[in-house]
């Protein structure tokens, strides 16, 4: 199966997003070199750099959100890669973007299968599928409804 543009922006979101966690390098400057040495193309750099974007402006927010649905693992002791799928695919799933939730958590668990360890896949599905059935509650940047 080929990879769509999404998916290999999402690699490369991911990619940014671990080497920045990891060391002293921006995700932006990840981003930009990641983007060169693979050739993306303009379309998937930048949907990943939307999704970079989305992930620095509100990573408080999404790790509050992580933490709530694992809350026996602590967010900044998670594997690097696991806490960075959880992130992209969560800012995916509140923000109102237009892909589907079951496409997200699908290629969350891709990524994790691709990248993570044995368990990385299972983690990522659950504490996905737990966000998602309390998904109502926690749309992003979405003003208090007034009156009802």
Do not use: C, Y
């Amino acid at each position: 199966m080929g990879m769509g543009p999404r998916h290999r922006a999402r690699i490369a979101a991911l990619q940014a997003l671990f080497e920045a966690d990891t060391s002293q390098h921006g995700a932006r400057e990840a981003l930009g070199r990641i983007v060169a040495s693979q050739r993306l193309g303009a379309e998937p750099a930048a949907f990943a750099k939307e999704l970079i974007e989305g992930v620095l402006a509100q990573q408080d927010q999404l790790d509050r959100a992580i933490a709530e649905a694992a809350p026996a693992w602590p967010v900044e002791q998670l594997p690097p890669v696991d806490r960075n799928i959880l992130r992209l695919a969560l800012w995916e799933m509140l923000g109102d973007n237009g892909t589907p939730v079951r496409a997200v958590i699908n290629e969350a668990v891709e990524l994790a299968k691709s990248f993570g360890s044995d368990s990385s896949s299972k983690f990522v599905n659950g504490v996905l599928g737990a966000i998602e059935r309390k998904r109502s509650e926690l749309r992003l940047n979405q003003p208090a409804a007034e009156g009802r």
